[in-house]
């Protein structure tokens, strides 16, 4: 009885360590990963081909005098408009993102309208988040302002000094620097001072007429990196596993 018992377990354990049965699992995982794999792609050459036939905005120029940073649609951050400004020689630009992306639910930010936020932070692009840096030649340092922009207002939302080779764009600017004492909570500042740093950006053009530009260019590079992400992640998923 008991040879019979331990010849029985030998070849139930000899079945199953066989080479046969690895191989039919493997096979079976192998088999299952392509269906999923194929859905995978199928489902990305649909949404890949429904973004493609998406009608792109009208061409918008920026307002003069900014012109537009070259080749800003295909970095990953930086400035998108640049200009001179006045007799010292200014130096502006400015980088753009969603303010959804930027500033979490529920975050307290400026606009000195409160019809400009229309019911507070949300993923529409109709809510713009610039960060606009200011420099002089010979200067060691930039004056760089956070603001929201809106169809119709403009908003600051902080003012600082920070070195010129700090990190600007947008992947800057939610960042707070270690750059020593970078000024007071914009809301904090004295009512006469906070208007007088609203007009020392609007005559350098920082205002509202920005809005349709930025806002179709935001689209456009929205466009184009969703495009781009389809086609990494099929080329991808697609390509054959090296042996």
Sequence with gaps: ??????????????????????????????????????IILRSLKEHFLEVSKMTPPPKISPPKPYTIVKGALDQASGPVLRRGYGDAGEEISISVARLANIMPPGADY????????GGGVSESISQLFLHVDISRPGSSKSLQFLCGLYPDAVGIHSVCLRPKTAESGTAGLAGKGG????????????????????????????????????QAWLYVKDHRNLIRWFKSVGTLISEPKSE
């Design 1 to 38: 009885m008991f040879r019979r018992a331990a010849a029985s377990t030998f070849f139930r354990h000899a079945l199953s360590t066989s080479p046969y049965s690895s191989s039919a699992a493997a096979a079976a995982a192998a088999a299952s990963s392509s269906a999923v794999n194929s």
């Design 110 to 117: 400026d606009s000195d309208d409160d019809d400009g936020g």
């Design 179 to 214: 750059d020593g004492y970078q000024g007071r909570i914009f809301q904090e500042l004295d009512e006469n001072v906070r208007d007088a740093f609203h007009h020392y950006i609007e005559a350098r053009g920082i205002n509202e007429k920005l809005f349709p530009f930025l």
